[in-house]
T-cell receptor, first 115, second 112 residues
């Protein structure tokens, strides 16, 4: 298995532009998580899905952020409009089940820079 | 999720054992203890987890105190590749969300 796949790996954009980050979870995993990592705030959970349904989006910073999971093999995180403070590394992770002992598998991340 | 406390940083010499401590004095009986690590410029990766008994796997060992208020991740022979930030995380067995709440972790440096 190729693991969790994220694209693009790097994104540089200008303030005000729309940004879309993509994630393909490991086949057979039914839960997907989006995290953001910055020096100031560390790793923080933004939103997660179970069976393609958003379960907890309390970490989404504001309405500029939205996430979708149209099917079991694809998810997007969109920022519109983007701002410089959105610059961070965004990680996607998937898990084979919701049991608390299951390990999460993380993707390599997308490094976003908003100028 | 209950909170954990870890030292900000630790140093080790290559090929020596490393003991990474974690305090979780408010742990509940249904909390699993998970360890993840994050190598430079990579996503976090799972290391090990346990509930009550000590655990061993190919990467590390996890020693859990009898009262479960603390645990220690043991790397038996540190290599340069083990230089990373190590996170100790508690997850409730009833937390059907599966989400991880990361603290600041311990940054481990390994000297050749």
């Amino acid at each position: 298995d190729a693991g969790v796949i994220q694209s693009p790996r790097h994104e540089v954009t200008e303030m005000g532009q729309e940004v879309t980050l993509r994630c393909k979870p490991i086949s057979g995993h039914n839960s997907l998580f989006w995290y953001r990592q910055t020096m100031m705030r560390g790793l923080e959970l933004l939103i997660y899905f179970n069976n393609n349904v958003p379960i907890d989006d309390s970490g989404m910073p504001e309405d500029r952020f939205s996430a979708k999971m149209p099917n079991a093999s694809f998810s997007t995180l969109k920022i519109q409009p983007s701002e410089p403070r959105d610059s961070a590394v965004y990680f996607c992770a998937s898990i084979p089940g919701l049991a608390a002992y299951n390990e999460q598998f993380f993707g390599p991340g997308t490094r976003l820079t908003v100028l | 999720d209950a909170k954990t406390t870890q030292p900000n940083s630790m140093e080790s010499n290559e090929e020596e054992p490393v003991h990474l401590p974690c305090n979780h004095s408010t742990i509940s009986g249904t909390d699993y203890i998970h360890w993840y690590r994050q190598l430079p410029s990579q996503g976090p990766e799972y290391v090990i987890h346990g509930l009550t008994s000590n655990v061993n796997n190919r990467m590390a060992s996890l020693a859990i105190a009898e009262d479960r208020k603390s645990s220690t991740l043991i790397l038996h022979r540190a290599t340069l590749r083990d230089a990373a930030v190590y996170y100790c995380i508690l997850r409730d067995v009833y937390n059907q969300g599966g989400k991880l709440i990361f603290g600041q972790g311990t940054e481990l440096s390994v000297k050749p």
